[in-house]
């Protein structure tokens, strides 16, 4: 597959980093991605100098957020951390690690779902509302209907037509 750009990772998971990318070209998968996922994330483990895996705790991801809060969208930060979750369960597989740190924060969803509810009064208001526009559509309609058979009988040739398809 491609190669990803040089990304001068500087942490102490750096060559964990590299070797997991490696491994991903292995199997075949695009390694550009993950590699632009995994820059943040070892920039920030450097100049707050954590030194090992137990350390990228909630605490981590929380600092993680605070620096980049405003600047990137919450979505962005749920791609690192999934990527980060994977990373850390390629170390879990390799042996490396024994549990995945990056599981046990939990990510707020980015964008939740708080559906207004209309409350009792309002909702009979829209209901009064459409039921009146109803009735004077219905209204509007017979009125329409009532005029054209008025004007239909009152103009009606008195005599019946008689056609190749009239029956006669």
Partial sequence: ?????????????????????????????SILVPAYRLKPIDRFL??????????????FW?????????RIKAITFQY??????KFCRYLVLQGRIAENPAA?????????YRPYVF????????????????LSSIIRIRT???TRRSKG?????????RGLFCGF
């Fill in 46 to 59: 450097a100049e707050n100098n954590i030194t090992c895996i137990q350390q990228c705790d909630s605490r």
């Fill in 104 to 112: 046990l924060f939990p990510l707020p969803n980015p964008q939740p």
């Fill in 144 to 146: 329409f209907l009532n």
């Fill in 1 to 29: 597959m491609g190669k990803a750009p040089e990304l001068n990772y500087r942490s102490f998971l750096a060559n964990d980093m590299r070797d997991y990318l490696d491994y991903l070209d292995h199997l075949g998968f």
């Fill in 80 to 85: 690192w951390h999934r990527t980060f979750h």
């Fill in 62 to 70: 929380l600092s993680l957020l605070r620096q980049h809060q405003g």
């Fill in 119 to 134: 409350s009792l009064q309002e909702l009979r208001r829209i209901f009064d509302f459409l039921q009146q526009k109803a």
């Fill in 153 to 161: 009988a009152s103009t009606s040739s008195p005599r019946p037509r």
